[in-house]
């Protein structure tokens, strides 16, 4: 099985500023790796993953993220973020091999919110 | 049109009613699932299904029954709806295991119970 930890709950940043959300699993097999992003009264949409190659992957807005499988990390970067950036974001793994029937494991969210 | 939809937006129902929550995506895809979002709690898996007519329990199954006689239909029934059910629901599809694309969402149902 799977789990995922966001650590932080709430991150607020000034508008173009850099951000780093935080993203730590454990595992006991190979994972693939999500970012979720949910904007207000929205279902969750998918960022950027990480299935193999290289460990730096990039979204279309900017956010890039980096697997680290030595500290089973998967940390969200953004070098300047926008207002519209504002919104709930989710890391989650799914099993590699296959095996976990059940899908993706999320974790709890972070709320990144932009401050003019 | 494609996609994955959620019906209805929103939804308030009295304790004890009974109350379903469909699910409908045109893709085809084997596996669907039912998610409960609660602020502090993430996203909670509630129920499963890898394909028609087979459905598995998540990690908060009590209190709801689901069905898969489609497999693009996916509804999600609350039997005796309480106070502690009020939150909003997705459901999510995916064409198969292991997850290399992820999931696609529906846009969710906002479920009141007063």
Redesign the interface.
């Known amino acids: 099985a799977q789990s995922v930890t966001q650590l932080d709950s709430q991150v607020p940043v000034f508008e173009e500023a850099p951000v780093e959300l935080r993203c730590n699993y454990s595992s006991s097999v190979s994972v693939y790796l999500f970012w979720y992003v949910q904007y207000p009264n929205q279902g969750l949409q998918l960022l950027l993953k990480y299935l193999s190659g290289s460990t730096l992957v990039e979204s279309i807005n900017g956010f890039e993220a980096e697997f680290n499988k030595s500290q089973t990390s998967f940390h969200l970067r953004k070098p300047s973020v926008h207002i519209s950036d504002t919104a709930e974001y989710f890391c989650a793994v799914s099993d590699r091999t296959g095996g976990g029937a059940d899908g993706l494991t999320f974790g709890k969210g972070t709320h990144l919110i932009i401050q003019p | 049109d494609a996609g994955i939809t959620q019906s209805p937006r929103y939804k308030i129902t009295e304790t004890g009613r009974q109350v379903t929550l469909m699910c409908h995506q045109t893709w085809s895809h084997s596996?669907m699932?039912w998610y409960r979002q609660d602020l502090?709690?993430?996203?909670r898996?509630i129920y499963?299904s890898?394909a028609a007519d087979i459905t598995?329990k998540?990690e908060v199954p009590d209190g709801y029954v689901v069905s898969r006689s489609k497999t693009e239909n996916f509804p999600l029934t609350l039997e005796s709806a309480t106070r502690s059910q009020t939150s909003v629901y997705?459901c999510?599809s995916?064409p198969g295991?292991?997850?290399?694309?992820?999931?696609?969402?529906?846009?969710?149902t906002r479920l009141t119970v007063v």
């Open positions: 596996y699932f502090g709690h993430g996203l898996l499963y890898a598995d998540g997705f999510a995916s295991q292991p997850i290399r694309g992820g999931y696609t969402f529906g846009s969710g």
